[in-house]
């Protein structure tokens, strides 16, 4: 009684190990359907594999070297196969069942799911004979499975792309295709991200009023000045000057003027004098209120309340400057506005009235919503070096309105398109520059 149980014992060690040093499915197969007998008696035995589109097929019978697959019996047991999942121990077909095959096979058929810890179900071994299975031979059934199954996942190394397109065929592939077609024609709204800066709405330009050299900037950034504050000063040496030569001038002027009335009266030579006499005066007060006016220009003051709108004094001081040339700004801080710098590469058809949204980074989480008021038909190089649209937004009512300097980004909003146009602008506009069409 010993001997038998250790030569038993032996059997199964020596399959186990034969079964694990197999070096492919081939060699595998005849294996489980054969050498299966010596451990427990069986009439017939088949193995069924799950291939890469999940489908259980019977790969291999026991003394058939070439399985049929037109076979009644492998049609039959591939269908009851589908009932089975990777929670099944072990499987016992009804009597109903068995009918279709009832003349081909015994009548005590037991199926076991080979299945792995790592890659669930992976096959099944299924078994046929006469007398019924005893609670041992079931035991030892289900051994034999565990060990079939860890050899079916040594080998079942198909590639994901191979088992996903496997997955993916017949009417599941189209209806995932009808399925991302409907998706790509779901309608969007376009969309562009861009930076954006609060600016001021028509602000008042500070220029110079005249060619010469900043003495001073008289003024701070973001200051707050009411009209009349003076805002800068040109050098004004030369227009000093000036208006001493001119007011110099105008006194010699009146001087030989009086005197040419007093010898007026005793020389007619004098008196015909009188009226070149008067133009030169004339002549004179008009050279020293230009000069007059000329130095009163070059201190510039603010022609109204506002914000200063500026960069860095330092760097005006002592810089010479042209007429009509911008130095500052002078705006409102109520009345601000946006403008948007939409790089060429991302530009969308835009229109006036369309929304904008805009994150400013000093609070990216409070959305600020307005509506476009102009766009450019041409675009131009900003500061920072990049060909964009200069985009200007209006926007909504807000009690706390942001303050001018800011800066963010802005979402803006193009027409309705669908989400192919959407996901794909961008790589068939590049596309397009590549083959050049």
């Known amino acids: 009684m ?12 020596t399959l186990e190990q034969e079964v694990r040093q197999a070096d492919s499915l081939a060699t595998l197969t005849p294996l489980i359907c054969n050498r299966s007998r010596d451990i427990v008696e069986y009439t017939q035995a088949a193995l069924a594999v799950t291939g890469a589109s999940g489908q259980i097929r019977v790969t291999g019978f026991s003394d058939i070297a070439v399985v049929d697959r037109t076979a009644p019996l492998v049609a039959w047991l591939e269908s009851r196969l589908k009932d089975i999942d990777s929670n099944t121990e072990i499987f016992q077909p009804t009597a109903e069942d068995r009918e279709p095959v009832a003349d081909l096979i015994p009548e005590n058929i037991v199926v076991l799911p080979l299945r792995s810890a790592s890659k669930g179900l992976l096959g099944a071994f299924v078994v046929t004979r006469t007398s019924a299975f005893s609670d041992g031979d079931k035991s030892v059934l289900l051994h034999l499975a565990s060990v079939y199954g860890h050899a079916l996942a040594a080998h079942n190394n198909a590639p994901v792309l191979l088992r996903i397109r496997a997955r993916l065929g017949g009417r599941r592939k189209w209806a995932i295709a009808t399925a991302a077609l409907l998706i790509l024609l779901i309608p969007m709204r376009l969309t562009a991200v861009a930076p954006a800066e609060i600016t001021a709405a028509d602000p008042f330009i500070v220029a110079a009023p005249m060619q010469g050299v900043v003495d001073s900037i008289l003024v701070k950034p973001n200051e707050k000045v009411t009209a009349g504050t003076p805002l800068l000063r040109l050098v004004d040496l030369e227009l000093k000057s000036g208006l001493e030569v001119a007011q110099r001038a105008y006194r010699i002027a009146e001087a030989e ?8 009266f ?14 030169q005066v004339e002549l ?7 000069s007059e006016d000329q130095l009163s220009r070059a201190t510039v003051k603010a022609p109204n309340g506002g914000l200063i709108i500026l960069d860095d004094p330092r760097k005006w001081q002592g810089r010479p400057v042209v007429a009509g040339e911008q130095i500052m700004k002078l705006a409102q801080p109520q009345f601000v506005e946006v403008e948007v710098l939409v790089p060429v590469t991302d530009a ?5 009235g369309s929304r904008v949204d805009i994150f400013l980074d000093i609070n990216p989480l409070k959305r600020h919503v307005g509506t476009i008021t102009s766009v450019p038909y041409q675009s131009s190089v900003s500061e920072a070096g990049v060909l964009a649209y200069s985009v200007r937004a209006k926007l909504k009512s807000d009690a706390d309105m942001p303050r001018i300097g800011l800066r963010g980004s802005a979402r803006v909003y193009g027409p309705r398109t669908t989400m192919f146009y959407f996901l794909f602008r961008r790589p068939i506009t590049a596309f397009r520059q590549i083959i050049g069409v």
Not at 284 to 290: C, I, L, S
Request: hydrophobic content about 45%.
């Open 266 to 279: 005793t020389s007619p030579d004098d008196k015909a004098q009188l009226a070149e006499l008067i133009a």
């Open 284 to 290: 004179r007060r008009a050279e020293m209120n230009f």
């Open 257 to 264: 003027l009086l005197r040419g009335r007093q010898l007026a």
């Open 348 to 352: 969308i058809t835009l229109s006036e």
């Open 2 to 13: 010993i001997d038998d149980k250790a030569a038993d014992l032996g059997k199964l060690l």
